[in-house]
């Protein structure tokens, strides 16, 4: 297996585990399906960043810069998220 294909295998299974965190949205509280759903997306964000656009393979400035602003900004949503 290809590592584009198991990556590929990966946001699949994270897009069904976001889906199946959602259905629990009733029974525990809302922060915390928020942040497993954000957590979810951010790693799957980090996923595609490294494997699929190949940041792993520019300079370590690009890097810096890609990664940091993927923490910036699901940062802000999950703080947005659990101060709601």
Request: proline share 1%.
């Amino acid at each position: 297996m290809t590592i584009l294909t198991r990556t590929w295998a990966i946001l699949v299974s994270l897009t069904l585990l976001s889906l199946t965190t959602m259905s629990f949205a009733t029974s525990v509280p809302a922060w915390m399906v928020n942040t497993a759903v954000l957590l979810a997306g951010a790693f799957k964000a980090f996923q595609i960043l490294r494997h699929f656009l190949e940041v792993n393979r520019a300079s370590s400035g690009w890097r810096t810069l890609l990664y940091g602003y993927l923490v910036a900004i699901f940062g802000l949503l999950l703080a947005i998220s659990v101060s709601a």
